[in-house]
């Protein structure tokens, strides 16, 4: 137990240098180069943050490990923005881009509802990931051409404020978030690793490990560097961040493991009758709060953070094989869920909507 907790400390220890790094490198690197900061976290971070993920679901679907390859994505996504975005809204007031009510939210909706859709016959199969690694290619090609275009409409005032654009700068922030990067990924590697021994221990089931410890573990970079980006004020890069991560969890990660599992990724219908379902509605959740245009408020990074634990105590209670649990998930899917959607709502109202356009 005490090698496992110093692995643990070790853990969070790169995780915060890592996120130190990558935050840092990529802002600066998104500055030199004229490239917004938000096709930065929609991409280059998180497609980075999620490789964790996208490690363990694809060796988990070869393992025929399939609840714990599933079981990851969907927790992982839930882990995004419950916890993430709530962590960091908490932290500070999190500003909104226009483009993410636009294009990126509303298809982060569409690609939640498109797995249930996928996994509704009890499988997503070979076809069908190559139809999600297809999404993630169009995506990725999206993002560029809207940096370029944005980046040739810089007034000259935004030109002269960029700092000076040089081989050596611009390999130091590759460096830096290179390095960071890799401090992302072994933390969360030391850190995952060792609550996963400890949940096997107590012998938790392992779709609950895959949707919460190794959801949580794999989502740590996230984590680091969602919140260091709130803490430097970089918060295209935190929202970005999780957006992009999610999109990349189930078009990427899922098709990928999709692809491997040799006669397609079973679905475990608990996840097609509850956290496949509440995937959903958290990216749902999103819409009133990004389309206030504004920001998101400390009061709906606290009802997120709220839902997440909620989310977590379901789960393992679930795992005790309780007569009655199915009867509370399906109360917190009819009852608490819509609740706060009325709440955000509410506060959605309560503030000016931005313009769009």
Do not use: H
Not at 50 to 62: D, G, H, I, L, N
Not at 83 to 101: C, D, E, M, N, R
Not at 118 to 136: C, K, P, Q, T, Y
Not at 173 to 179: K, N, P
């Amino acid at each position: 137990m005490l090698v496992t907790l110093l692995l643990l400390a070790v853990g969070l220890v790169l995780l915060t240098i890592g996120a130190e790094g990558l935050v840092r490198g990529s802002a600066t690197l998104a500055k030199r180069l004229g490239v917004p900061s938000l096709i930065i976290g929609l991409t280059v971070v998180a497609f980075g943050t999620s490789a964790p993920e996208m490690a363990v679901s694809t060796k988990a679907a070869f393992m025929n490990q399939a609840d714990l390859a599933v079981g990851n994505v969907v927790g992982s996504n839930i882990f995004n923005v419950l916890f993430i975005l709530g962590l960091s809204a908490l932290i500070t007031p999190l500003v909104v881009s226009s483009q993410l009510i636009r294009l990126d939210v509303p298809l982060m909706v569409i690609v939640s509802a498109l797995t249930w859709w996928m996994a509704s016959d009890g499988s997503v199969s070979r076809g069908e990931g190559a139809i999600l690694l297809l999404g993630i290619v169009a995506y990725t090609a999206a993002q560029v051409i809207i940096g370029m275009k944005e980046s040739r409409s810089a007034s000259a005032e935004e030109v002269s404020a960029r700092p000076p654009l040089s081989f050596k700068g611009v390999g130091l922030d590759i460096l830096f978030a290179g390095l960071g990067l890799v401090g992302l990924v072994l933390g969360a590697r030391l850190f995952n690793g060792a609550a996963i021994q400890i949940a096997r221990y107590f012998g938790v089931d392992e779709l609950v490990i895959g949707l919460t410890i190794v959801a949580a573990g794999t989502s740590l970079p996230e984590v680091a560097t969602s919140v260091m980006a709130s803490i430097k004020g970089e918060r295209d890069i935190a929202v970005g961040n999780v957006v992009g991560s999610n999109i990349f969890n189930i078009l990427a990660v899922l098709g990928a493991s999709g692809m491997i599992a040799g006669s397609g990724l079973p679905v475990a219908s608990a996840a097609m009758t509850f956290d496949i379902p509440v995937m959903i509605l958290v990216a749902v959740v999103c819409l009133p709060i990004f389309l206030s245009g504004t920001r998101i408020s400390r009061v709906e990074g606290a009802l997120l953070f709220v839902g997440y634990i909620v989310y977590t105590a379901l789960l393992v209670l679930s795992s005790k094989d309780s007569s009655w649990i199915d009867e509370v998930q399906r109360g917190a899917l009819l009852v608490l869920l819509p609740l706060a959607v009325i709440v955000i709502v509410a506060e959605f109202f309560r503030r000016p909507v931005a313009q769009t356009g």
